[in-house]
């Protein structure tokens, strides 16, 4: 048995420093064959500057060896050397039988370097010289899949889940229910998810399937697989809300509202459970809870639209416009703004007698919402009984849709058609 096979099997043994130690040795009396067998150990254990040094004695040697360059070119950017890597590379010529190899490592090269587009063209190229080769439709794949270009990986991560090849770890049929999820074909990627998830299984993998099923409205199947995401990682809030949201749609409320409530205590500061626990609240009517978690979410961002417009709905119901204006007003002040804002200022400042105000308000909202049908009522009347009878005719007149034109309404117009 010669050297390099007994260090081989002392490697394969578990006696890895042992097998080194007689590779090292051995290495000065090696012949150039013996020396290519050493450098692919060394790359293979990840002794990439060891394997580099080899590599480049033989290249001195045997400069037109292309093999040596497709090599001595992978240890290079395995040392972030990619610009002396590409050198390389170039130097291969087209008629090679190492040409797509080194079109492959040219596409890695470009995409570190950002030049997108040149890495895709020389993906492209070589797809163009070996259309059946699945190493390259593995490499269009996962540079599509990369840059979030869904449609196009697709198609090679199809060509991949038929046939029978292993692709580093990757799997391909994982792969392809992601894509297919993320362009909304959720039906179409749940058989490679229940396919794929039985080879390997991990939190995000269940999540993305949990997801998928929810998407396409099958909520019940949804639940296992994101309790079970939620098992492996408990503190990914995500997963939380995708579980509260698929109980809420097969009606299980209060388990909707529990799994939020177990989100909450993982993390309280996070806006979108406090919110999303708030409204869960709201349906089962625990209104006191339901006041806490906007109270909450609003705390730790008082600029949350949707929040300040929850909280004034109830504060409204409650009569509390006192309330109401100060959560708007404080929202406001952290840069919030929504039309709405104008509008409930104005009701609630009308409420608690502050007329003044309440028309300031009027009249700013009136700039949004005078085509509201409801908002024109509710300002003409407020005008007409402020006296400012020009301007409550002028709004008066904007009603123009029949169930609106109450008989109140046409009796005002009337009056104040008299006093002209």
Known sequence: MSIVNEAIQLIENGLTEEGLSKLQSFLKNANDEEKYEIALIFQSLGLVEEAKNIIE???????????????????????????????????????????????????????????????????????????????????????????YEYSKAISYYKELTSKDIDLKGVNKKLRLAECLSAEGEWDEAIPYYESGIEESKDFHTLLGYGITLFQAERYNAAIPILEEAIFLDEEYIVAYLWLSKAFEMEGQITDSYETLQKAIKVDETNVD????????????????????????????????????????????????????????????????????????????????????????????????????????????????????????????????????????????????????
């Open 57 to 147: 004695d033989l290249y001195y040697l045997y400069d037109e060896d292309e093999e040596l360059k497709i090599i001595l070119s992978e240890l290079l950017i395995d040392l972030d050397e990619e610009d002396e890597a590409l050198n390389l590379l170039l130097t291969i010529k087209p008629e090679s039988d190492f040409r797509v190899q080194a079109l492959l490592l040219m596409a890695d090269i470009y995409q570190v370097q950002g030049l997108d587009e040149v890495a895709e063209s020389k993906l492209l190229e070589a797809k163009r010289m070996l259309p059946d080769e699945p190493v390259i439709d593995f490499a269009l794949g996962e540079y599509y899949f990369s840059k």
């Open 273 to 420: 459970c406090q919110l999303a626990a708030a409204k869960i609240a709201r349906k089962l009517k625990y209104h006191e809870e339901c006041k806490k978690h906007l109270g909450e979410a609003l705390t730790y961002d008082p600029s949350l639209i949707e929040g300040v417009q929850l909280l004034v709905g109830i504060y409204f119901e409650e009569e509390e416009f006192e309330a109401v204006i100060d959560t708007i007003s404080l929202a406001m002040k952290h840069g919030a703004f929504d039309p709405q804002f104008n509008w409930d200022l104005a009701k609630a400042y009308n409420q608690i007698e502050k007329y003044d105000e309440a028309l300031n308000y009027y009249r700013t909202a009136y700039n949004d919402f005078n085509q509201e049908m409801t908002f024109l009522k509710e300002y003409g009347d407020f005008l007409y009984e402020e006296g400012l009878h020009k301007e409550a005719k002028e709004v008066y007149q904007k009603l123009t849709t029949d169930d609106l034109l109450m008989e109140d309404v046409i009796e005002r117009l009337d009056r104040l058609n008299d006093l002209e």
